[in-house]
């Protein structure tokens, strides 16, 4: 049966499975509109997962089809060795279509082994086009492709291709999973891809394997027959097939495409997967061939250009909904951009809950962020008590970065901006130096840290991955230096930590001095000392009042620690008598469930937290950045408890308190309701002796954009 999978992006509309000969088939359908999209499975090593990619972006055209092939996923695994021919998976197509309610669609298959030949051919009133990424199928006058080992026989050794070998398969299916996948995907950096497949193949089994496998020559389908298929197809097809393909020599791809009268792209350096390993172009070629196998006679468009030198200035700000500290520090950036551009039309491509900021004030967002998929959503499910292996949940958030990069490249291929702004807007950095050619505004990138790190308990193989991704970037930075107009920290070159990026790789300070500009950290307008009293009036709070606020962000990954200072309340009411509460549950976190106490008050919501924070006697709070800099400089004290596997809370972030003096840090996994409680009373109506935190950070941030204006 299928594992656990990751957050995705788009779930479908609808699903089911089909019943053919005593075997089910599981099939899902995304979005509306024909042809359709049919995503072919492969061989029985992988399932329809294996296009998550491109589902999202797909389905805001036409309605995509995918299934599970019989022997993976959700499919059954039949014991019958003739159950898996290549003419089953056709017909296991046609069935699977007909259920969905699917008349005609444009068929994608990867490494192809004949099964979208035969459907093509035999049901050509059902195929629109054929789209082949890297095809295994052999026509008439294409030699078999070589053998390095017989499969059958026990060899001597396990090196190398010797381990697609039956014995072998017995053995170790998941060495050779590792290897067949690291040929495949061959590109530097493929970590992920890689991951995911091996973790697919591990649904399955050897021995379900080799009901069918007798090696690849054996699998596909005989050339004669396959020729003869060609012969009558009469629907339009593409071949895209990558230089570097280690397991179908490239020409192959050529030969089909010359044979059947087909165009063919040739992907440069890419290698056997470029759907995973390259989503971002592999995304726009299907939706071009899906566009050139149903041309025709088109209405005209109705379309409006307007002269370059006669539009408004235009920026498109993406800021990161992973927090809504991103969302404070955006708009004070945005509004001093805006005093030194009066006539400057700012838009937001941003999602909850960010949104709520922008919409508190009257903040433009553009209508497609209604297209983005939630990643604060899949944030709060990575997450387990007060725990989040941030490091991996962002690498499991892989599929949501390549649906909201398609997104923020429809918006603006079709509308002309000046500056693109991204606030940690990982998948656009990411994407645009991946596909540098895509860029077509001046660009500014803004983060609060640099440097991905791994935890101590992950051993090598965590320090690997992220030394890996660490070298990813910095050889976009070296390659491609014109992606970034403005690289903006948003703090001071002490606030970076001291490590390095990972063995041979350079000190993550030193580095960053030189590739970004500083602008000190952003605050928003905040109460000070002489207006505090008034302020608290205005909040509610007396002048001798004890105030404690406890609050955890705006998702749910807070909800243990919340619970546990509630505990701790009635400890810290008694050292301090009349110790007043305000335990701020958030959106995600159900208020009513705690209990109810004199002086403890538990709140769904509170609008403008900040200011309540800025005059509190206590803040008690996870180890975010935004959050804690808002109390540093504020000058409030505060206990932090960063979550565990959080290397940037961690890290970076307790780094930087430790630089401003700021906060008492807790351990949370040995923080007792009552040692809460206890260090409430020791902590509240504190006074500190913070470093000065910068006013003037939203200032130089803007200024720096506006140079590229």
Not at 62 to 73: A, E
Not at 193 to 213: H, K
């Amino acid at each position: 049966m299928r594992g656990a999978e990751q957050t995705r992006a788009l779930y479908p509309d609808a699903d089911g499975v089909v019943e053919r000969e005593g075997v089910r088939v599981y099939w899902e359908r995304y979005g509306s509109g024909s042809p359709a999209y049919l995503l072919l499975p492969t061989w029985e090593a992988l399932h329809s997962r294996t296009w998550k990619c491109q589902i999202p972006y797909l389905a805001r055209y036409r309605t995509v089809i995918t299934f599970d092939p019989r022997g993976n996923g959700r499919s059954d695994r039949p014991r019958d060795p003739a159950l898996y021919a290549r003419r089953e998976y056709a017909g296991d197509a046609v069935a699977v279509l007909d259920a969905a309610g699917v008349d005609r669609a444009l068929v994608v298959a990867w490494c192809d082994l004949g099964e979208s030949l035969i459907l093509a051919a035999e049901h050509p009133d059902r195929v629109a086009g054929l789209f082949e990424i890297a095809p295994a199928v052999q026509l008439a006058d294409m030699q078999p492709e070589p053998v390095a080992y017989p499969f059958d026989e026990p060899l001597d050794t396990d090196e190398g291709w010797a381990k697609e070998n039956r014995d072998y398969w017995l053995r170790d299916w998941r060495g050779y999973t590792e290897f067949f996948f690291g040929e495949c995907f061959s590109e530097p950096h493929s970590t992920k891809p890689l991951e995911d497949a091996v973790g697919w193949a591990l649904e399955t089994d050897p021995e379900t394997m080799l009901l069918r496998f007798r090696g690849w020559n054996d699998k596909v389908i005989d050339r004669t027959e396959a020729t003869a298929l060609g012969d009558r197809l009469s629907c339009p097809g593409v071949v895209i097939h990558g230089t570097e393909d280690r397991l179908v020599e490239p020409g192959r791809g050529r030969a089909v495409a010359e044979t059947l009268g087909w165009g063919h792209v040739s992907l440069e350096g890419s290698g056997h997967g470029p759907h995973a390993r390259d989503p971002v172009r592999t995304n726009l070629l299907l939706r071009a061939a899906g566009r050139d196998a149903t041309a025709g006679p088109r209405p005209a468009a109705d379309r409006r250009w307007t002269r370059a030198v006669t539009r408004p200035k235009r920026a498109l700000y993406i800021s990161s909904p992973i927090g809504l500290g991103h969302a404070w520090r955006d708009v004070a950036i945005a509004d001093e951009l805006r005093a030194l551009h009066p006539d400057l039309q700012i838009e937001w491509l941003a999602q909850d809950p960010v949104t709520r900021v922008l919409e508190s004030r009257g903040e433009r967002i553009h209508p497609a962020s209604a297209d983005l998929a939630s990643e604060s959503t899949h944030i709060a499910s990575e997450s387990s008590g007060h725990d989040l292996h941030v490091f991996q949940a962002i690498r499991r958030m892989d599929e949501i970065l390549v649906a909201n990069f398609m997104v923020f490249h429809d918006l603006v291929e079709q509308e002309a901006y000046d500056v693109w702004i991204a606030d940690e807007g990982w998948e656009i950095d990411y994407f645009l130096h991946e596909n540098p050619e895509l860029k077509t505004a001046a660009y500014c990138w803004l983060t609060d840290f640099v440097g991905w790190l791994p935890m101590p308990d992950g051993g090598e193989h965590e320090a690997y991955l992220t030394a890996d991704l660490n070298a990813e970037m910095i050889e976009h930075i070296a390659r491609f230096p014109r992606i970034r107009d403005r690289a903006i920290f948003i703090g001071s070159p002490e606030d970076i930590v001291s490590d390095t990026f990972g063995p041979g790789l350079p000190a993550i300070r030193e580095w960053t001095e030189e590739h970004y500009d500083f602008s000190g950290y952003v605050i928003g307008s905040l109460p000070g000392p002489t207006d505090r009293e008034a302020l608290r009036a205005e909040l509610g709070y007396g002048p001798d009042e004890r105030v404690c606020i406890a609050t955890v962000g705006g998702s749910g990954v807070g909800a243990v620690l919340l619970r546990r200072v509630v505990d701790g309340f009635d400890v810290a009411r008694r050292a301090i008598p009349g110790l007043r509460m305000i335990a701020v549950a958030g959106p995600r976190i159900d208020a009513a469930a705690f209990p109810q106490r004199d002086g403890l008050e538990v709140r769904p919501y509170v609008h403008e937290l900040r200011r309540h924070l800025a005059v509190c006697d206590l803040a008690v709070v996870q180890g975010g950045l935004a959050t804690t800099m808002e109390l540093t400089a504020a000058r409030r004290p505060f206990l932090y408890f960063p979550l565990g596997h959080h290397f940037e809370q961690r890290f970076h972030v307790r780094h930087r308190l430790d630089r401003y003096g700021a906060g008492r840090c807790m351990d949370f996994d040995t923080a007792s309701p009552d040692a809460i409680g206890a260090a409430i009373a020791e902590e509240i109506g504190r006074e500190v002796a913070y470093r000065d935190v910068e006013t003037d950070g939203a200032a130089r941030a803007a200024a720096l954009i506006a140079e590229v204006l």
